[in-house]
């Protein structure tokens, strides 16, 4: 899902597959001509965490996020709804400013990884595992900065690992219905019910404790209170309970 800038004729994305250990030198800030550049043009995929985080930032709603600042696609290789970013009129991160990102401590898990990608194999043949790659675009000059990394200390520094823990679920189920079902398009109901558990935990709150939810589906009472008192807990629970309504991987209707 790793989506940047493009340049004409010119492929940013070095065809070199990197490992954790991996190093490479970069740095980005205020100082540099092309700061912000890479805010512009771009497409970026949300994941339901990204969601989270901004719509908490923002100070509304997941519903209200969704409508004011996204767009539904619908990926090819899966038949499911992602959401994207919404651009302004001139391509731009509508939370680029003067000084950079406006809410650069809640910026989504496309821009913490930039300017390196993450690449997923996985199938029923061959070797599961992850790779990474170097985006490496023409106007970028962090590249020319001394600062070296390596690809798990950059992971570390930008937050990715709490954002790849809490989104595990979900991958998992974007992953799986690739794998298991990808030319099957999901019906409507399928369709609300992944768009519920995925991306909007204000509504899939009330559908928990507002419904007979919690009547249908065998939930301990620690988990209840979790998911009452923590709005993580509560994302993480979605995409277990989402699992298993897709999957039959999770949690039980009672008997």
């Known amino acids: 899902m790793e989506e940047t800038s493009k340049q004409p004729g010119k492929n940013p994305i070095e065809p070199v597959r990197m490992n954790p250990d991996s190093k490479f030198r970069f740095s980005c800030h205020e100082g540099l001509e092309c700061f912000r550049e890479c805010c512009g043009k771009i497409t970026i995929f949300l994941t339901p965490y990204d969601v989270l985080r901004i719509k908490n930032r923002l100070g509304i709603t997941s519903a209200e996020f969704l409508s004011l600042y996204t767009r539904i696609v619908d990926l090819k290789s899966t038949k499911l709804p992602f959401f994207l970013l919404n651009v302004t009129e001139d391509g731009k991160c509508p939370f680029v400013g003067e000084g950079g990102c406006n809410i ?94 995925s991306f909007d935990t ?21 988990t209840i209170e979790m998911i009452k008192e923590d709005e993580v807990e509560l994302l993480k629970f979605a995409h277990k309970w989402l699992k298993g309504v897709l999957f039959g991987e999770y949690v039980y209707p009672r008997r």
């Not at 809490?166 to 998992?172: R, S």
């Open 104 to 197: 650069y401590a809640d910026r989504p898990l496309v821009c913490r990884y930039y300017p390196i990608g993450l690449g997923v194999l996985k199938s029923t043949e061959e070797e599961s595992g992850d790779f990474y790659f170097r985006i490496k675009e023409p106007f970028c000059k962090g590249f020319e900065e001394d600062k070296e990394w390596t690809v798990r200390q950059w992971r570390e520094s930008q937050e990715i690992d709490r954002y790849d823990f809490i989104n595990k679920n979900w991958f998992e189920i974007v992953l799986n219905k690739k794998l298991l079902a990808g030319d099957v398009e999901p019906d409507e109901k399928s369709q609300r019910l992944y768009m519920l558990g």
């Open 202 to 222: 204000d509504s899939f709150r009330n559908f928990v404790f507002e419904s007979r939810f919690l009547d249908l589906y065998d939930v301990d009472e620690v």
